[in-house]
């Protein structure tokens, strides 16, 4: 398989872009530059400015949430937030094992946000999914104080 199907096959199993058709992945995929990242090395780092974010095709990343760790498999993506808020990176995500990511610089990821709409609306669920996971964390935490 050639690299082209290797990056489409990728796209096609991440959920956030379920239902786009094969011209608009590509599209995706001709914004994007392949990186690779051996295991315990930081993809992107809490503090640096988010200059673009990142899907993964293959291995698995960790993003450490204020000590807990939550796990990036093929088809997950992060470094979305510091690039739609226009503020440094939240957090420290590592790869735990050799991980294969498309890159997609902050600009073209927003100019395809504004054409795909549909995607937007995916990209707050999950943004929205995030917030509420740290939010009952911090819910039991204070519940367990009080
Ligand atoms: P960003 O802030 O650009 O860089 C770090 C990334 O880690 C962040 O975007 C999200 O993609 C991801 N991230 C931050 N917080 C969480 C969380 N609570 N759960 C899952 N992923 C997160």
């Not at 398989?1 to 995706?28: Q, Y």
């Not at 990176?89 to 990511?101: D, F, G, M, Q, S």
């Amino acid at each position: 398989m050639d690299e082209v199907a290797v990056g489409l096959g990728a796209l096609e199993r991440t959920p956030l872009f379920a239902g786009l058709d094969r011209e608009r992945l590509e599209s995706v995929l001709s914004v994007g530059r392949r990186v690779t990242i051996d295991a315990g090395q930081a993809v992107v780092e809490r503090g640096d400015p988010g200059d673009a974010m990142y899907i993964m095709l293959d291995g698995a990343a960790e993003v450490d949430v204020g000590g807990r760790f939550h796990r990036l498999e093929r088809g997950d993506f992060f470094g979305e937030m510091a690039v739609l808020a226009g503020k440094p990176r939240e957090a420290t995500v590592k790869a735990a094992e050799p991980v294969e990511a498309l890159r997609i610089p902050g600009d073209e990821f927003q100019a395809f946000l504004a054409h795909n709409p549909q995607i937007a609306s995916g990209m707050l669920q999950s943004l929205v999914e995030r917030l509420r996971e740290v939010q009952d964390r911090l819910d039991s935490w204070i519940g367990g104080v009080w």
